[in-house]
């Protein structure tokens, strides 16, 4: 409620007129609206491709092929480090449901819709923001848009390229005994790879978030120094639940995040440091 006065109120200093609360809402509609317009039209793109692009993204990472186990073996062998080198592997996938697969097509259009039109999307929350922000505080959000879809992208090719072939790849050679088989429904398949895709790319959204709670004085970089351990608890925790159950997978997310974290106590450290200059020059006016 505090972000949200925030921006209401500092909107209406930027405009030089009071706007009423109903009025703010009927603005922020319009924009949802043009975000959502956006998802479906890439949606609707996904889903007239939807054969092609669920034989060679969603399942790319069943395929032995895959170029991440090429390079991922390659460089095992070059580092003398076994558990970068993946075994191949057989899975075997199948539909549960008379309707199964139709709604899958819509599930994963609309979720590689929403990551196509991520950088839309945050235009449009963006373009809302941007009138509550003065002239100096929107220096320090020059190429917001860019470093936020930047940011995105990157967390969801990381989680594409690197932590769904460790993670496919170990359950699907793990094994209680040769009686059993690994017959996996497509419904289970998409909801670990999509969980594992959109959480990464939000996840990688911290350093935006860490900005945006600085500038307005919710979250300082003290804090965040003071929180760390806790940070680095949550990370681990994080890292375990969404890994394989081996320490290098757990160490090859935790690892990133990390460095994530720390990257974004700078950016606290920054932003605090142009709010408190901007508090005091208001000050001795």
Not at 12 to 39: N, S, T
Not at 214 to 239: E, H, N
Not at 245 to 260: E, K, N, R, T
Request: hydrophobic content about 55%; overall charge positive; charged content about 15%.
């Amino acid at each position: 409620m505090r972000i949200l006065n925030y921006f209401f109120n500092k909107r209406g200093h930027a405009k030089q007129a009071q706007m009423a609360f109903v009025d703010h809402i009927e603005e922020l509609r319009w924009h949802i609206i043009r975000a959502i317009l956006a998802i479906l039209i890439a949606s609707a793109y996904c889903f007239f491709n939807i054969e092609w692009i669920f034989t060679n993204i969603i399942l790319g990472p069943t395929q032995n092929d895959f170029i991440s186990y090429q390079y991922l073996n390659k460089l095992g062998e070059l580092l003398h480090i076994d558990v970068l080198k993946l075994k191949d592997m057989s899975i075997q996938f199948q539909n549960t449901e008379l309707s199964g697969q139709f709604m899958m097509s819509f599930s994963v259009s609309f979720m590689m819709g929403l990551i196509v039109a991520f950088p839309v999307v945050f235009w449009e929350l963006w373009k809302f923001i941007r009138p509550a922000l003065k002239a100096n505080e929107l220096k320090y959000a020059r190429g917001i848009v860019f470093w936020s879809s930047l940011l995105f992208f990157i967390g969801v090719l990381f989680a594409y390229y690197i932590i769904a072939p460790f993670t496919i790849n170990f359950f699907a050679n793990y094994q209680l005994s040769p009686q059993f088989k690994n017959i996996i429904t497509i419904t289970n398949y998409y909801d670990t790879m999509s969980d594992l895709i959109m959480g990464m790319g939000l996840v990688f959204e911290l350093p935006v978030i860490v900005y945006f709670l600085s500038r307005i004085g919710i979250l300082t970089p003290k804090l965040m120094r003071d929180k760390r351990r806790y940070a680095i608890l949550i990370i681990f925790f994080l890292a375990v639940i969404i890994s394989p159950p081996d320490w290098f997978s757990c160490w090859l997310i935790a690892l990133p995040l990390m460095l994530l974290f720390e990257i974004s106590i700078g950016i606290s450290d920054r932003a605090n440091k142009a709010r408190m200059k901007k508090q005091l020059t208001e000050s001795n006016q």
